[in-house]
């Protein structure tokens, strides 16, 4: 005896519903007055993504996500000699990307969902949600702490110290 089958979402079902997951990011920063040096000293990323089957590697995914998302907030920036076109820190030596001594305390809360329509077990999509809001949660933060409102990443010190404050 053989039986196969095929579980996959129902047509009219996706039409008539959204079932994606969605987040919040929250960033804690602090901001030296005189040097323009920011530090984020906390994020906390709210989830919401249906059912979490495997809340370890799940939570992992996300502090993943929120890594990189500090990193290109604050750190990371491709150098490009606009004379020749070469990228002037073409490694990891020379490419600044967040280490341990740039994370503090992050936070990662599951939104406890229940979502039937999304698929048959309630699942869905962890993929890079723990990126998406965390860099426009550090401008955010930094213009709290300082006034400056900063529209291009990376946000280093000496955009901080050059930029006008905003009423």
Known sequence: MEEHAKVGPDMMTMRKFAAYTHSVVFVEVRVDDELGVARVTRVVSAIAAGRILNPKTARSQILGGVVVGLGAALHEEGMIDHRTGRIMNPNIAEYHVPAHADVEDIDV???????????????????????????????????HATGKRIRSFPITLDKILTAEAQQ
């Open 109 to 143: 809360i599951f939104v406890d969902e229940d979502d039937d329509k999304a698929s048959p077990i309630g699942v869905k999509g962890l993929g890079e949600i723990g990126i998406v809001g965390v860099a426009a949660a550090v401008s955010n933060a930094i213009f």
